[in-house]
């Protein structure tokens, strides 16, 4: 299956060959997990939308879903 990956901010650096929006292949029955580490991202380093909804780790993820990832925002 295909997802579509959109990534933001510092998180740009894991884009692969310099894309920001790319397509993942994963295994069927897949989690947003195994998308970031297919992706190289670390799994504490960013906040996670699948379809623009807040994600978890163990979501799964279906062919043809959008999934964005942007580092967590702070400040004071």
């Not at 029955?29 to 190289?40: E, I, Q």
Request: with cysteine; hydrophobic share 40%; aromatic share 6%.
């Amino acid at each position: 299956m295909q997802i579509d990956v959109k990534l933001y901010g510092d998180l740009k650096k894991y884009a692969p060959g310099g894309q920001t929006n790319f397509v993942l292949t994963l295994n069927s029955g897949a989690t947003l997990g195994d998308a970031l580490k297919m992706a190289s991202i670390p799994m504490d380093r960013c906040v996670s939308l699948i379809n623009g909804r807040r994600a978890t780790i163990e979501a799964p993820v279906k062919n043809g879903d959008i999934l964005v990832l942007f580092p967590p925002i702070s400040g004071g």
